[in-house]
């Protein structure tokens, strides 16, 4: 309907066609005449858009009434697909425009408009040179030395604000894609670092691969381009208009009408012949994220992947990786070559002969109203109106050539507007994960529909809480239980029975499918997992973390206290050994597994919460520092959560919950008896575990 109303009716078409021959004849003055026909076909421009617009709109709407039954075409729809610079981009583009430049009096846009200023100024100092030029030459034709060395020194002082204004134009464009670069930086650690975002975008939801090469490449290039295409487009913009403004003048404005027909003529054949390079653009950034997150796995897993020797394995998965990437980046390569070549060919040489023709006009044609037609007269025109040309050629040729910037601008938009759009759906609690098959059946189906009820209270209840995996596993259907302060729970079960999951629940990383939990504010809660996490930064931030300096302080907590916090898990030596509170190490690689699990309890002594999850914490240490660690926690007064299967820690606990990994559980006192059983049920594991060998060894006689 939109597309409608831009049309003009038949009846106003026909007469408009009528009345322009005699509209054009009513202007007198040649610049008029030009201006006019310029307006004409603008107008002819739209009529034909609206038309397009139109016509693509009636096929949408037939596809849409087709589509049930007969099926779309496929054609179609990857037609419509590669025309990139539509309207989706312009309103990405403007969403991301309002990050990067936040108001009228934004320092983005200071910079924008002084950046114009210089523009405009470089293009007025461009044309006063051409017409130095021209009488430089006309002179020296003339044989007029006075007029020739006159003319030297204006060159020559002409020189100093040229200069500067085009180091002042680099200097803007440069600052200015810095600027950007800044505030969507800013925007996006804002989203990706509130409300776990990190988290949920990379465990809940498929659509975002790498976010770190979103957030550290993608939003450089798209600050550059943007940039870049703005004096990419705004000079050339304003050098066309200017200098065709002064050619008119002397070549006649009719001759500068059909040259630019000749020339949009051919931009039109161009551009529909310009490959989808803002797609390349995209699917290229992509590929380069996924290589560079298969380096960045293998040096967190050096380790381990060396002791393994799976070199050769790796080497697989990286050369597979780099051979996607460059066999993607050739094929691009290939279609800019061919593209180039059309490019130069139409730009270069067959707009050079127009432009030629062009500057021709004064010398073979009688133009009205320009004066004098000697030799030197002649010279001066032609050498002013050349390089004119020149200048006006080279800008529409910057301004075809930014089309293909924009596509590569549309790649960069598009891939950054999408990462803040699903940040903005995960935010909104909506994820998009492949699911297990086991999702489909109906009541897995109806659980991954609901959502339950979270509320603060000071103890831990989960009343009917389904435990359910990212990719829709239920795991457990109604979980109940509750942790009281001064109930410490111990939580066993096999491998993946939802043990950890329950945690990332009660941490609110994953969603609460049904039933009601209770819990406290998250402060009262902390978390060890059994691979702690060691920050970037000084030896007292590894005790500390998440609190800064700051924060330590205002608790009144000194380095003394700290250092009798490391004395309770027998590490206070690692203070001098590694130079200090505040020497700066990769923690992960300087201390042992063990030393990092007494690490994290310190941090838990440190922060001395209400409740405590410990997650397989303290596998790598001694039976003595364990039974020290859960003495002083206890001391301290946290109620302690522990998820083990080792034996020695089931004194510390008066509650057990048992999940047998089919989905069923059981949730009991932890007193003699039940200890009694759980000897009995892993004395007979392990007697089972025992069987194991003498089973394949008799199977090792059976066949020998
Ligand atoms: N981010 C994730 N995406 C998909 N599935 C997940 C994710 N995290 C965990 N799971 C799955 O959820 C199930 C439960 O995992 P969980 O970590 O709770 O096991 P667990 O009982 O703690 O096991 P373990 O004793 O081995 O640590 C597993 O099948 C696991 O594969």
């Known amino acids: 309907m939109a597309a409608q109303s831009k049309l003009p009716s038949e009846r106003t078409f026909k007469k408009l066609v009528k009345e322009l021959p005699a509209l054009y004849l009513q202007h007198r003055t040649k610049i008029s005449r030009a201006v006019y026909l310029t307006l004409v076909v603008a107008l002819i421009n739209r009529i034909r858009n609206a038309i397009s617009e139109q016509k693509a709109a009636s096929a949408r709407q037939a596809e849409t009434r087709k589509r049930p039954g007969t099926g779309a075409s496929s054609g179609e729809a990857t037609g419509r697909k590669k025309v990139e610079i539509n309207r989706e981009f312009f309103r990405n583009l403007m969403k991301l425009l309002k990050i990067v430049i936040p108001g009228w009096r934004s320092k ?132 066309m208009a200017i200098y065709n403004y002064s050619l008119s003048r002397s070549v006649g404005g009719e001759g500068l009408f059909f040259m630019s027909l000749i020339v949009q003529l051919s931009a039109s054949v161009m551009r529909a012949l310009t490959p989808p390079f803002g797609k390349y653009v995209a699917d290229e950034a992509r590929l380069e994220g996924e290589f560079r ?105 910057r301004v075809m050539f930014s089309y293909k910037e924009i596509t590569e601008l549309a790649g960069y938009t598009s891939r950054v507007s999408t990462f803040l759009d699903v940040i903005d759906d995960v935010q909104a609690g909506h994820f998009e994960k492949n699911l297990v098959s086991s999702a489909d059946t109906e009541d897995n189906a109806a659980i991954l529909r609901n959502r339950g009820k979270i509320t603060e209270g000071p103890d831990i209840d989960f009343v009917d809480v389904p435990i359910v995996s990212p990719n829709g596993d239920v795991l457990v259907r109604a979980l109940s239980f509750s942790v009281k302060p001064g109930d410490h729970l111990l939580i066993v079960g096999p491998n993946g029975c939802g043990k950890s999951s329950l945690f990332r629940i009660l941490g609110g990383l994953w969603p609460v499918y049904g ?82 699990q007494r690490v994290a309890m310190a941090r838990l002594f440190y922060h001395a919460p ?64 039940k200890r009694l059983q759980l000897e009995d049920e892993k004395e007979e594991l392990d007697l089972q575990l025992r069987a194991v060998p003498n089973i394949e060894q008799r199977i090792a006689e059976l066949t020998a």
């Open 108 to 239: 983005e846009l200071r910079l924008l408009i002084s950046h114009s200023v210089f523009l405009v100024l470089r293009t007025l100092l461009s044309l006063y040179v051409a017409e130095l030029d021209g009488r430089l030459v006309s002179s020296l034709v003339r044989g007029k030395g006075k007029d020739f060395l006159t003319g030297l020194i204006w060159w020559m002082t002409m020189a100093v604000p040229a200069t500067f204004t085009n180091s002042m134009l680099s200097y803007h464009q440069c600052k200015l894609s810095l600027q950007y670069r800044t505030r969507l930086t800013n925007y996006i650690h804002n989203k990706y670092l509130s409300h776990m975002t990190f988290y949920t975008l990379s465990a809940l939801d498929d659509r975002i691969k790498n976010a770190d090469q979103l957030i550290t490449v993608d939003v450089a290039k798209f600050s550059n381009s943007l940039a870049e295409l703005y004096s990419n487009i705004a000079k050339p913009v304003l050098d």
């Open 293 to 397: 997150f298969q380096h960045s796995r293998l040096i967190d897993y050096s380790e381990e992947v060396a002791l393994y020797h799976g070199h050769e394995a790796e080497k697989d998965t990286l050369d597979k990786g780099y051979f996607t990437l460059i066999k993607h980046v050739n094929r691009i390569l290939r279609r800019r070559f061919y593209h180039g070549v059309m490019e130069d060919f139409v730009i270069k040489y067959f707009w050079g002969a127009l432009g030629l023709m062009l500057c021709s006009v004064p010398v073979f044609v009688k133009i009205p109203g320009v004066a004098g037609n000697n030799m030197g007269d002649r010279t001066e025109s032609f050498v002013t109106n050349r390089r004119m040309l020149l200048m006006s050629s080279d800008a529409f040729g």
């Open 515 to 596: 039933g009601t939990v209770r819990k406290p504010p998250f402060e009262d809660i902390f978390y060890i997992p059994q691979r702690p996490y060691l920050s970037r930064g000084t030896l007292r931030q590894q005790i500390i973390y998440p609190d800064g300096i700051r924060e330590m302080r205002d608790k009144g907590i000194t380095d003394n206290d700290l250092h009798r916090i490391l004395s309770v898990v027998e590490i206070e030596s690692i203070v001098e050994r590694q130079g200090g509170w505040d020497s700066e190490q990769e923690w992960t690689d300087v201390l042992s597994g063990g030393l990092q």
């Open 610 to 673: 209400k409740y405590a999850i410990l997650d397989e914490c303290t596998s790598s240490v001694t039976l003595e520092i364990e039974r020290v660690m859960y003495d002083e926690a206890k001391r301290l007064g946290i109620t302690l959560m522990t998820v083990s299967h080792r034996r020695s820690l089931w004194q510390y606990h008066n509650n057990i919950l048992q999940f047998d990994g089919q989905g069923h559980y059981i949730f009991t006192k932890l007193d003699a008896e």
